[in-house]
T-cell receptor, first 114, second 115 residues
Framework: DVKVTQSSRYLVKRTGEKVFLECVQD?????MFWYRQDPGLGLRLIYF???????EKGDIPEGYSVSREKKERFSLILESASTNQTSMYLC?????????????FGSGTRLTVV | GESVGLHLPTLSVQEGDNSIINCAYS??????FIWYKQESGKGPQFIID?????DKRQGQRVTVLLNKTVKHLSLQIAATQPGDSAVYFC??????????????FGAGTRLAVHP
């Protein structure tokens, strides 16, 4: 089975801290995505990457950046955490570029910014 | 703008009954729709998909119906079981530059199955 692993299930950070959320997939997938999930809003795309060192902004990139130095790893960075970034963060990967199916999601990281 | 929405945020059903979860979408250019199931503490998992050139697709105990005239999608679960309790999301595709696509998710419906 494809596995997408998010390094932390729960994180508590202070306002202004720089936060790194790590995601690793083990199936050589080309595409990786970061979403945040908030009640009543569903999943919203923050950033995505279709190749190593490639990144594209999603729908809500403000306050975030990403890094993809290796194919299997896609990191989400909160440059200066704020309380409105308290959320569930979900990483996903998929095999085929240009085809929006076959996503495999990680279990999520619940981030609380205090 | 683009949006995918759900009519009911919470659905309660008796075990053994059939469940119907509804979804409205706004992007008439979408050509692919997916239903995901998210259990507590887990990421969303693929259930079933349908392309815009179809109006019905069946899986094991699940059926997805697509009505492009009214831009409506539904997920039917037959003989609902306690293990079906979860949040269900519909998603539609949206085209990006360069020939890529992204998924746009709805807000989700919580399905609660009672014995």
């Amino acid at each position: 089975d494809v596995k997408v692993t998010q390094s932390s299930r729960y994180l508590v950070k202070r306002t202004g801290e720089k936060v790194f959320l790590e995601c690793v997939q083990d199936m050589d997938h080309e595409n990786m995505f970061w979403y945040r999930q908030d009640p009543g809003l569903g999943l919203r795309l923050i950033y995505f990457s279709y190749d190593v060192k490639m990144k594209e902004k999603g729908d809500i990139p403000e306050g975030y950046s990403v890094s993809r130095e290796k194919k299997e790893r896609f990191s989400l960075i909160l440059e200066s955490a704020s309380t409105n970034q308290t959320s569930m963060y979900l990483c996903a990967s998929s095999l085929s570029p240009g085809i929006a199916w076959g996503y495999t999601f990680g279990s999520g990281t619940r981030l609380t910014v205090v | 703008g683009e949006s995918v929405g759900l009519h009911l945020p919470t659905l309660s059903v008796q075990e053994g009954d059939n469940s119907i979860i509804n979804c409205a979408y706004s992007n008439s250019a979408s050509d692919y729709f997916i239903w995901y199931k998210q259990e507590s503490g887990k990421g969303p998992q693929f259930i079933i998909d349908i392309r815009s050139n179809m109006d019905k697709r069946q899986g094991q105990r699940v059926t997805v119906l697509l009505n492009k005239t009214v831009k409506h999608l539904s997920l039917q679960i037959a003989a609902t079981q306690p293990g079906d309790s979860a949040v269900y999301f519909c998603a539609e595709t949206a085209a990006l530059s360069g020939g890529y696509n992204k998924l746009i998710f709805g807000a989700g419906t919580r399905l609660a199955v009672h014995p």
